[in-house]
């Protein structure tokens, strides 16, 4: 494959004079400092297909392009998701990765699994839902400071995902706040300010277990409730399970419902001030945020990748990939690709076919919640612009402080200013 055409200011870019077989789009500084984009373009344009043989996660395959990630996707039995052949992540060394979860199976054990909590997204129960979400949003955006900076993602994002949550599980309010936490110690990188070691994180899920089995056991003998531990408590694939395996759809469940929901909320504040025109025609016809939702979703791409391992010797995209060999479905980049979608690297909110992106994964696996996720996203725009109608009132006033994680592709912190 020929090279691309680099732009002089692009040539002496780290991303285009390393050699091939030494880029590593795995680490996690790359995602702190927001700098992994031009690496991602350089392998979709000279090796989509990429073996990277050393890093803080082993060794490993890229996969860059939209068409070849959909092949990954489309292939269960070729490739993976099973924890016990190392799950979904990159990041297979530690407590979470390793736990059983429906996501991190193949089927028949994921079908029969996903189906016993799927209910809880069902179009009745989402309808139901509603006005809760609505009447949520409404009074976190009414507390929200007018002519001084805050951070959007502790007040509006956290807040709104943790409710949602401390929902779906029928949790104790006062303690919603676990639940965050406990998702971001699921996925932190040790040492980046969540959890100090494996050890660390490892404690912390044995604390989860404790708590969360506790409601099980309360449930259990309950009538069916409409929440996912009664869920899971009262159906046939899921009421036998072993510890491990409650333990790991709890936090399937935990971390699929904050993360995603939570950093889509900071992105479109992000997306909007970074493309103020999208801003102006958003207020002037907000009849466009249902092409906007999904937009977003694609735009921020909440979880950088997903992995699976081959199952057997096979062929991706010219190269063989040998059985046990760790693959890497780059979803960020994927969304990217401009050989799948036109003009990806823009924010446009009246895309033509905004839904044609990889976010919530493909196939089998794809988000059970992703109709609840952006339904939140909806009703908190819908929200914003009943009190805030004009284009840039919400201005993003400093650096976003990013998450430094190859998988969750979010945002610690994001000064913010209302203008009344």
């Not at 284009?391 to 994001?414: A, D, H, N």
């Amino acid at each position: 494959m020929n090279a691309p055409a680099v732009p002089e200011a692009a040539r002496n870019h780290p991303a285009w004079i390393t050699p091939l077989d030494q880029i590593d789009v795995s680490h996690p500084q790359l995602y702190r400092d927001y700098s992994f984009w031009p690496y991602f373009e350089r392998l979709r344009a000279e090796d989509p297909v990429h073996w990277c043989k050393d890093s803080l996660f082993g060794a490993y395959w890229s996969v860059t392009r939209f068409k070849d990630i959909m092949e990954v996707e489309t292939q269960p039995q070729v490739y993976s998701s099973d924890s016990r052949a190392g799950g979904i992540t990159i990041m297979d060394a530690n407590v979470v990765a390793s736990l059983p979860m429906f996501i991190a199976m193949d089927p028949p054990r994921h079908d029969e699994q996903r189906k016993a909590v799927s209910p809880i997204v069902a179009p009745e129960n989402l309808a139901r839902m509603e006005s809760v979400i609505r009447e949520r949003a409404g009074q976190a955006l009414d507390e929200l400071p007018v002519g001084v900076e805050f951070d959007w993602v502790k007040q509006v994002s956290i807040n709104l995902t943790t409710q949602m949550l401390a929902t779906l599980f029928d949790f104790p309010w006062e303690d919603r706040a676990k639940l965050t936490f406990w998702s971001d110690a699921a996925t932190a990188i040790p040492g980046a300010g969540v959890v100090d070691s494996e050890e660390h994180r490892t404690q912390i899920m044995g604390e989860c277990a404790q708590y969360m089995t506790r409601l099980w056991n309360e449930r259990v003998n309950q009538a069916p409730g409409n929440d996912l531990i009664s869920m899971m408590a009262h159906s046939d694939a899921t009421r036998n399970m072993t510890p491990e395996e409650y333990l790991g759809n709890v936090m399937l469940l935990i971390v699929g419902g904050n993360d995603t929901t939570r950093n889509s909320m900071t992105g479109s504040i992000v997306a909007l001030n970074q493309y103020p025109d999208e801003y102006h025609k958003l207020c002037a016809n907000p009849a466009l945020m249902t092409s906007m939702i999904p937009e977003v979703i694609r735009w921020q791409t909440p979880l950088s990748h997903m992995r699976r391992t081959a199952t057997q010797d096979t062929t991706l995209g010219g190269k063989t990939i040998r059985k046990g060999d760790k693959v890497i479905m780059w979803y960020v980049s994927g969304n990217r690709d401009d050989t799948a979608i036109e003009n990806p690297e823009a924010f446009i909110i009246d895309r033509a076919r905004p839904r044609h992106h990889l976010s919530f994964g493909f196939g089998i696996h794809r988000c059970v919640g992703n109709r609840l996720g952006e339904l939140q996203l909806k009703i908190l725009w819908e929200e914003i612009l009943k009190r805030w109608p004009r284009p840039q009132q919400i201005e993003v006033v400093g650096e976003p402080t990013r998450v430094m994680s190859p998988f969750v592709k979010g945002y610690e912190s994001l000064p913010v200013r209302i203008h009344p």
